[in-house]
């Protein structure tokens, strides 16, 4: 027993840092030496791999009485200049802890596996017992082997084990400080699992930096001071509300409230149908520019009577567009989110070639064909036949000349040619609106079947039944006639589209098809946007 008079220095830590301090130990309350080749060593060694192998977090305990004469009372303890002894320590024992993890982690670990985002641990536990934790929450799969499970099961040393045959790793603090950049670039690449373990908060910037040199996107999680160079270097540093420090908070881009690891992976899937939905909604806009562009083009090159006027343009865009484009943001996520890859930042961009030439030369084209072919009909009807059309601009829009024939000889005045020119101008204007029914339906999903989506979102149920009823009240109003040069459709008008609107329909969903059925075929490089 120490005498009254005497200081009680006491330490905790890593085990095995504790021990090497320790040239005795305590047993049944005598003080023992404990050399290095001890008996008492190696079963520290098995307690150590049992209760590290579980999981548990393990430190050691070790202790020394200081001399009264040397170290009297009062005496002055530096920590910064230690002034006290550090070696030759007692041994007194082992505390293992368990902080187990969440439940719903490993659910949260299988997914971001699933979507293709890699799980690296990084921790300065000791390495069996960062490998257990791993193995538990998978990061460490049940079918993976590291090089220390290869040699024990086929009793060899782990240095005859080629490291390029196992698919997980476990490397520890010391080993990583050996490794140069090549190393470590090598070790990233051939391993799709890995656990850095015993690490320091300048090695977990290292590995950071090593990531993003391969063109990965890193995001990091920390909680302490220590870590705010990785956090700050990552791409998106993520801090912890709950345990992390101002430090850490301040130099992370987002902070976790609750902790938990599961809710970063909500936010990567919220954030993929965000994007999803952004995309949706633009292509499903950009789709009608070509209908409203083309007959312009048609006017000038083929100088026909203008089939779409300004004023109708202006209720496409600023009216029966606007509540089926919103609605798109309220769209559920696909089933297979959290099954993608994650995008190319380069070359998957918000809008991209294969998103234009879907909605401009594909949905587009099939688009302006339905106007065209309404105007068309309807002229047609009149007298007018489309050779008739061709070239006739001039006479047509010629104030002065009251004698305009149709394809049957038949006069037309400029006030009744003008009549049937706004007339066709409100059937390509609802012809427009007829196909984009089906346009906002198919850009419902990117890649899986409307049929398997559902269309349970009635934000945009409710936008087509809004926009078919704007474009009926645009039509049948009494008086838009005079101010909007908007006028009433016979019924069968509004029939010719339809077919189109099927037609739109059904070649998207066999190109979805086609997509799910031949995965990065040319289909899916042409058109996947």
């Not at 104030?399 to 000889?409: A, F, K, M, P, R």
Request: hydrophobic residues 45%; aromatic residues 10%.
């Amino acid at each position: 027993m120490p005498d009254e008079d005497q200081h009680l220095l006491v330490m905790k830590g890593a085990p095995e840092r504790i021990l090497d301090r320790c040239t005795s130990i305590l047993l049944n309350g005598e003080i023992v030496d404990m050399p290095a080749d001890s008996e008492q060593r190696v079963k520290f060694e098995a307690a150590y791999l049992e209760l590290g192998g579980m999981g548990e977090r393990v430190l050691g305990f070790c202790h020394s009485f200081l001399d009264a004469k040397e170290y009297p009372k009062g005496y002055a303890f530096d920590n910064e200049n230690v002034n006290f002894p550090l070696e030759g320590l007692t041994f007194v024992g082992l505390m293992a802890m368990i902080d187990p993890p969440r439940a719903n982690v490993p659910e949260a670990v299988a997914k971001c596996k699933s979507a293709g985002i890699k799980v690296i641990m990084v921790t300065g536990d000791h390495p069996i017992t960062a490998a257990a934790i791993a193995k538990n929450v998978g990061i460490i799969s049940d079918g993976s082997n590291t090089v220390d499970d290869i040699a024990k099961d086929m009793g060899i040393p782990v240095e005859e084990v080629d490291p390029s045959k196992v698919n997980a790793a476990v490397v520890h603090g010391s080993k990583l400080k050996e490794m140069t950049a090549e190393d470590l670039d090598a070790l990233l690449s051939n391993h799709e699992e890995i656990v850095f373990a015993r690490t320091s908060p300048q090695q977990k910037l290292i590995i950071v930096e090593a990531f993003q040199r391969s063109g990965q996107i890193v995001a990091v999680t920390g909680d302490g001071v220590n870590d705010s160079p990785a956090l700050k270097k990552a791409d998106i540093g993520i801090a912890m509300g709950i345990a992390g420090s101002d430090v850490s908070k301040e130099a992370a881009d987002m902070i976790l409230l609750d902790d938990n690891f599961a809710s970063i992976v909500t936010g990567v899937e919220e954030g993929r149908l965000i994007f999803d939905n952004l995309k949706k909604s633009i292509a499903y806009t950009l789709t009608s520019n070509i209908p409203e562009i083309s007959p312009f083009l048609f006017f000038i090159v083929l100088s026909i009577p203008l089939p779409l006027g300004t004023v109708t343009i202006l209720f496409i865009d600023l009216g029966t567009d606007l509540w089926p484009a919103i609605s798109l943001a309220y769209e559920k996520a696909e089933s297979d989110i959290m099954l993608r890859l994650p995008r190319d930042p380069q070359k998957d961009r918000l809008v991209n070639e294969r998103l234009i030439s879907v909605s401009y030369g594909q949905i587009g084209m099939i688009q302006a064909s339905a106007g065209f072919f309404v105007y068309f009909v309807i002229m047609a009807e009149n007298g007018f036949r489309p050779s008739t059309l061709l070239g006739i601009r001039k006479n047509w829009d010629d104030l002065t000349n009251e004698s305009v024939e149709d394809s049957y000889g038949q006069q037309w005045s400029y006030i009744d040619r003008k009549i049937l020119e706004y007339t066709c101008h409100s059937a390509f204007f609802v012809s427009i609106v007829i196909v984009q029914w089906a346009d906002v339906i198919i850009c419902k999903t990117r890649k899986l079947s409307v049929f398997t989506q559902g269309m349970n979102n009635w934000v945009l149920n409710t936008g087509i039944m809004f926009e078919t009823a704007l474009a009926a009240f645009m039509c049948y109003t009494p008086g838009l006639d005079k101010a909007l040069r908007v006028y009433p459709l016979r019924f069968w008008w509004w029939l010719p589209a339809l077919p189109f609107s099927l037609i739109i329909w059904l070649y998207d969903e066999g190109r979805r098809w086609l997509l799910r059925k031949y995965p990065g075929g040319w289909v899916e490089q042409e058109t996947y946007y």
